[in-house]
């Protein structure tokens, strides 16, 4: 059974900062795009961030420039540093680990959430 373990949320003041952390198996973090998602309440998971094998990143608007994503392979471990954080940030954070071949999605893991609270 694969696992992502998600660390690193809490509540933070405006302009504060936040440390997430993914971690998941060799195998499946060498072969996978990680990204890390939101879900508002009452609204839909979107995307946040995501970064390749390779190390090529993308970012939704909303956090160019606040956000930045990495991923360790000695570790297996993915991160999302979060800066100048606004309330309208808060949300679960999901970590993301999948793969496709030829437009064919091989895998597509979740991690339990972790929850950010940006509130003075």
């Known amino acids: 059974q694969v696992q992502l373990v998600e660390s690193g949320g809490g509540l933070v003041q405006p302009g504060g900062s936040l440390r997430l952390s993914c971690a998941t198996s060799?195998?499946?973090?060498?072969?996978?795009?990680m990204g890390w998602y939101l879900q508002a309440p009452g609204k839909q998971r979107e995307l946040v961030a995501a970064?390749?094998?390779?190390?090529?990143?993308n970012y939704t608007d909303s956090v160019k420039g606040r956000f930045a994503i990495s991923r360790d392979n000695a570790t297996s471990t993915v991160y999302l540093q979060m800066s100048s954080l606004k309330p309208e940030d808060t949300a679960v954070y999901y970590c993301?680990?999948?793969?496709?071949?030829?437009?064919?999605?091989?895998?597509?893991?979740w991690g339990q959430g972790t929850q950010v609270t940006v509130s003075s």
């Open positions: 993301n680990a999948r793969r496709s071949s030829f437009f064919v999605l091989l895998w597509n893991y």
């Open positions: 970064i390749t094998t390779g190390g090529t990143t």
């Open positions: 060799r195998s499946i973090f060498s072969a996978s795009v």
